[in-house]
C-alpha cells in the first residue's frame, strides 16, 4: 500500500480528497491522509509560506516510508511562496520551485519523487465550472447559460482569474449568494465526478496522472 500525506489549505480540500480522490486511489492501493496545516492539522486556509514549509519537511521526516503531495490555491497566495512573485499564472513554476527547496531542506540523501507539489489553478471552485449544467443545477435558481456564459470564456476552468472580484468562487457567489464552499462545493464536485474534471482541467489531470503512477512502483 503506497501511502500520500495531502496537505490541503482548507476543509473543502480536505473533504474533496477523503470523497471524491480516495474513490480513484483506494482501488489502486495508494492510501491517501489529507490533513491541514498547523497544530493537530488544524485547516487554517492559505499561511505565509514558511510555515508550510515546516510542515512538508516534518510529514516527510516523520513519515520516511510515505509520500507527500499539497493542495493549496494559487488565488490569494502570499508571495513568500517559492515562485511566486514571478509565476504570472504558471502554476509550475511554483511547484518546481517548491520542490527545489523542499529537497534542499531534506538534504542530499533525500529522495525528490517523495515530494508531489500541486498548486490548484486558481482555486477549487475552478474545478467546478467543468460541467456547467451540473453546476447551475447545484445552486440556486441559476440558469445552465449563466454559467455556461462564463466558461465559455476561457479555453479551460483554470484560466478563470484570480481577481478578488472574479475568482472562480466570486463568480459563483454572484450567481448565488447562498453559496457555501464546504457543502455546495462538495455536493457538485462529487456530482461532476473526476473523470470530467480531469478531461477539463489539465493541470489537476497532470497532478492526479503523477500519483497514479506511484501505484507502478510499488
Same mark, same amino acid.
Not at 507527500?68 to 511566486?84: E, K, L, N, Q, V
Not at 467543468?130 to 447559460?145: N, R
Not at 481577481?163 to 457567489?173: C, E, N, V, Y
Given at each position: 500500500?503506497?501511502?500520500?500525506?495531502?496537505?490541503?489549505?482548507?476543509?473543502?480540500?480536505?473533504?474533496? #480528497?477523503?470523497?471524491?480522490?480516495?474513490?480513484?486511489?483506494? &482501488?489502486?492501493?495508494?492510501? @491517501?491522509?489529507?490533513?491541514?496545516?498547523?497544530?493537530?492539522?488544524?485547516?487554517?486556509?492559505?499561511?505565509?509560506?514558511?510555515?508550510?514549509?515546516?510542515?512538508?519537511?516534518?510529514?516527510?521526516? *516523520?513519515?520516511?516510508?510515505?509520500?507527500?503531495?499539497?493542495?493549496?490555491?494559487?488565488?490569494?497566495? &502570499?508571495?513568500?511562496?517559492?515562485?511566486?512573485?514571478? /509565476?504570472?499564472?504558471?502554476?509550475?513554476?511554483?511547484?518546481?520551485?517548491?520542490?527545489?527547496?523542499?529537497?534542499?531542506?531534506?538534504?542530499?540523501?533525500?529522495?525528490?519523487?517523495? +515530494?508531489? %507539489?500541486? #498548486?490548484?489553478?486558481?482555486? +477549487? *471552485?475552478?474545478?467546478?465550472?467543468?460541467?456547467?449544467?451540473?453546476?447551475?443545477?447545484? @445552486?440556486?435558481?441559476?440558469?445552465?447559460?449563466?454559467?455556461?456564459?462564463?466558461?465559455?470564456?476561457?479555453?479551460?476552468?483554470?484560466?478563470?482569474?484570480?481577481?478578488?472580484?472574479? /475568482?472562480?468562487?466570486?463568480?459563483?457567489?454572484?450567481?448565488?449568494?447562498?453559496?457555501?464552499?464546504?457543502?455546495?462545493?462538495?455536493?457538485?464536485?462529487?456530482?461532476?465526478?473526476?473523470?470530467?474534471?480531469?478531461?477539463?482541467? %489539465?493541470?489537476?489531470?497532470?497532478?492526479?496522472?503523477? @500519483?497514479?503512477?506511484?501505484? *507502478?512502483?510499488?
Amino acid at each position: 500500500m503506497v501511502k500520500i500525506h495531502v496537505l490541503v489549505e482548507g476543509d473543502t480540500e480536505e473533504t474533496f #480528497v477523503n470523497r471524491v480522490l480516495r474513490q480513484q486511489f483506494s &482501488p489502486l492501493g495508494i492510501n @491517501l491522509h489529507p490533513q491541514g496545516l498547523g497544530k493537530r492539522g488544524h485547516c487554517i486556509g492559505i499561511v505565509e509560506y514558511p510555515r508550510a514549509r515546516a510542515d512538508i519537511l516534518a510529514t516527510l521526516h *516523520e513519515d520516511a516510508d510515505s509520500f507527500c503531495t499539497t493542495m493549496f490555491d494559487y488565488y490569494a497566495m &502570499p508571495a513568500s511562496w517559492p515562485g511566486r512573485e514571478t /509565476a504570472e499564472g504558471d502554476a509550475d513554476a511554483i511547484e518546481e520551485a517548491m520542490l527545489a527547496d523542499i529537497s534542499a531542506g531534506m538534504g542530499e540523501e533525500f529522495d525528490p519523487r517523495r +515530494f508531489i %507539489p500541486y #498548486v490548484q489553478m486558481h482555486e +477549487f *471552485e475552478a474545478l467546478l465550472f467543468s460541467d456547467p449544467k451540473v453546476l447551475a443545477e447545484g @445552486l440556486d435558481s441559476v440558469a445552465e447559460s449563466e454559467v455556461r456564459r462564463i466558461r465559455d470564456q476561457f479555453a479551460s476552468p483554470e484560466e478563470i482569474d484570480d481577481d478578488p472580484k472574479t /475568482a472562480p468562487s466570486k463568480r459563483i457567489q454572484c450567481l448565488d449568494s447562498s453559496y457555501q464552499k464546504r457543502y455546495d462545493g462538495m455536493l457538485i464536485s462529487q456530482r461532476i465526478g473526476l473523470d470530467v474534471m480531469r478531461a477539463h482541467c %489539465p493541470h489537476f489531470d497532470a497532478w492526479i496522472a503523477k @500519483l497514479e503512477a506511484l501505484a *507502478e512502483d510499488r
